[in-house]
Nanobody, 114 residues
Framework: VQLQASGGGLVQAGASLRLSCAAS??????MGWFRQAPGKEREFLAA????????VYAGSLKGRFTISRDNAKNTIHLQMSNLKVEDTGVYFC??????????WGQGTQVTVSS
């Protein structure tokens, strides 16, 4: 499975940003987003089954992030709004082909300035 993330960048606090992740190769059933802030461990943000069902979010997001899918393109998106400085980090997408999140993209940097 190959995962290609895109959409990161430098934005000011309060802005919005949309990340995308395209999967290719072996089929994945669930895709998710994780974040690693400077000096911190990687944390789970959101996940979504590609076959349907409701998304799952980390409680800390408080409704600011929305995960969605485009099955035709085997792609997921992460719409981030009202970004805060503490949202700064490298955002990774990951794929689960049935045995957990074993597949990872290269990460995309998101930097939020005050």
């Amino acid at each position: 499975v190959q995962l290609q993330a895109s959409g990161g960048g430098l934005v000011q606090a309060g802005a919005s940003l949309r990340l995308s992740c395209a999967a290719s190769g072996r089929a994945v059933y669930v895709m998710g987003w994780f974040r690693q802030a400077p000096g911190k461990e990687r944390e789970f943000l959101a996940a979504l089954s590609l076959s349907g069902g409701s998304p799952v979010y980390a409680g800390s997001l408080k409704g600011r992030f929305t995960i969605s899918r485009d099955n035709a393109k085997n792609t997921i998106h992460l719409q981030m709004s009202n970004l805060k400085v503490e949202d700064t980090g490298v955002y990774f997408c990951s794929g689960d082909s049935g045995r957990g999140f074993l597949y990872w993209g290269q990460g995309t940097q998101v930097t939020v300035s005050s």
